[in-house]
């Protein structure tokens, strides 16, 4: 079973903090790759409720259905790859570790639907103290940016992030995952 611990800090950022980040990064257009994320849960909104998450990431014309899920420290994520989905509206969970832990979670899989898609711009930086990831995301007639930082040690993490942070002089914003800054996108123009 492909699963990993993710820990990982998260920051919005205007749009000039993001140019600027990426300037100093020496970031440049073909450092950005494109991806895609297709969220899922059921009408009752059942992962969320669990703060989990169901997504398929397609990128470099790859498909990975990822479950997120809360874990003691971090998220534990659950991967599993996917030959090509053509058909969103109608996927359902194939069999394999996500569907195991989704019913671990006491999850209905058949009542799992497609909710929509968020495409985001990518680009990553490593560096000693973990992964600088910046995203400029697109859904539902919205754009965001945002800097993430990954790290393997949440202690160590944090404090590079916050310094990262300073040395941009960014202030620190309460910032919510992007399936929940989709959902309420979503709510919004219901």
């Given at each position: 079973?492909?699963?990993?611990?993710?820990?990982?800090?998260?920051?919005?950022?205007?749009?000039?903090?993001?140019k600027?980040?990426?300037?100093?990064?020496?970031?440049?257009?073909?450092?950005?790759?494109?991806?895609?994320?297709?969220?899922?849960?059921?009408?009752?909104?059942?992962?969320?409720?669990?703060?989990?998450?169901?997504?398929?990431?397609?990128?470099?014309?790859?498909?990975?259905?990822?479950?997120?899920?809360p874990?003691?420290?971090g998220?534990?994520?659950?991967?599993?790859?996917?030959?090509?989905?053509?058909?969103?509206?109608?996927?359902?969970?194939?069999?394999?570790?996500?569907?195991?832990q989704?019913?671990?979670?006491?999850?209905?899989?058949?009542?799992?639907?497609?909710?929509?898609?968020l495409?985001?711009?990518r680009?990553?930086?490593?560096?000693?103290k973990?992964?600088?990831?910046?995203?400029?995301?697109?859904?539902?007639?919205?754009?965001?940016?945002?800097?993430?930082?990954?790290?393997?040690?949440?202690?160590?993490?944090?404090?590079?992030?916050?310094k990262?942070?300073?040395?941009?002089?960014?202030?620190?914003?309460?910032?919510?995952n992007?399936?929940?800054?989709?959902?309420?996108?979503?709510?919004?123009?219901?």
């Amino acid at each position: 079973m492909s699963q990993e611990i993710e820990i990982e800090f998260k920051n919005m950022l205007t749009k000039q903090e993001f140019k600027n980040i990426a300037s100093a990064l020496q970031l440049t257009e073909k450092d950005f790759t494109d991806q895609k994320n297709h969220y899922f849960d059921t009408d009752s909104f059942a992962l969320k409720q669990k703060h989990a998450a169901l997504r398929i990431r397609r990128k470099n014309g790859k498909y990975v259905l990822t479950l997120k899920e809360p874990a003691d420290v971090g998220l534990l994520e659950t991967h599993q790859q996917l030959s090509e989905v053509s058909d969103l509206a109608g996927f359902s969970v194939p069999e394999g570790p996500v569907k195991d832990q989704l019913h671990k979670l006491q999850i209905d899989t058949d009542a799992i639907q497609y909710f929509g898609s968020l495409a985001t711009n990518r680009a990553e930086k490593e560096t000693e103290k973990g992964l600088i990831v910046l995203d400029h995301s697109r859904y539902l007639n919205k754009e965001d940016y945002e800097i993430e930082f990954e790290a393997a040690d949440w202690h160590e993490g944090r404090q590079a992030f916050e310094k990262l942070l300073q040395q941009f002089s960014i202030p620190q914003r309460e910032t919510k995952n992007k399936i929940l800054r989709f959902y309420e996108e979503k709510r919004k123009s219901i």
